[in-house]
């Protein structure tokens, strides 16, 4: 289908029958790499099928070896693999939007251990990205009881998200003011809370200055006039 020739059509053809030049060359190189090593190797390269699309091809090339073991050509495989590349960028980039917001993302399961934190989170409570793969919510929200924990996951279950402000502590023992926006959901017969997080310290200290200040007009003995 890629190369857009029958079975009959493409048999006894060469690569420089079948592909760009380009493409041609590589495939001629690979052939005389694994026959002069003797070995197996594997590849992946993007080519333009019949209609000019481009498709991701993965091929192994194996030795072939006649009765008194030496090598007398080579046996490709090729297998197309678009719809994988497509999928692994795809999740490189939804990876990297993730890595690069400025809010928290952690994925939890239902006994609390974490099973994903992004960048952010990582760096903002001073853990790197293996030690969060071994604490659990109750390392970071100290606060937070095991009981507590389960109240907001059956609630979770039944209303699906929530949303609610708690403290997170640091590697280093600081307390971080947050927001947490859950969200239950399944994937591979395993539940998640994936919450989203946001740091709210700035926004706290906005609401106390406005509060203080609004404090201080409505009980000045001179009057104010806005």
Known sequence: KIAGRSAELISGC?????????????LYDEDAVVIK???????????LDNTGRQVWMETIISPVYNDINEVVGTAGISKNITQRKITDNQLKVVQYSMDHVNEFIFWVQKNGNIFY?????????G???????????F???????????????NKLVMEKKQ???????????????????PTYLEANGVEYNCMFV?????????????????????NTVVGVVW
């Open 14 to 26: 060469g690569d420089f029958d079948l592909w760009d030049k380009k493409i041609a060359q590589q």
């Open 37 to 47: 090593n003797r070995k197996r190797i594997s590849t992946e390269k993007m080519v």
């Open 117 to 125: 934190s992004n960048k952010t989170a990582c760096e903002v409570l």
């Open 127 to 137: 853990f790197d990205m293996n030690e969060m793969t071994f604490i659990s919510i």
């Open 139 to 153: 390392d970071i929200e100290r606060d937070l009881s095991k009981d507590q924990w389960d109240n907001i996951w």
């Open 163 to 181: 949303i609610y402000e708690t403290y997170y502590y640091t590697k280093t023992g600081g307390k971080i003011n947050v927001e947490v926006n």
């Open 198 to 218: 946001r740091d709210i310290r700035e926004r706290k200290k906005t609401e106390e200055d406005l509060r203080i200040a609004q404090f201080s007009v409505d």
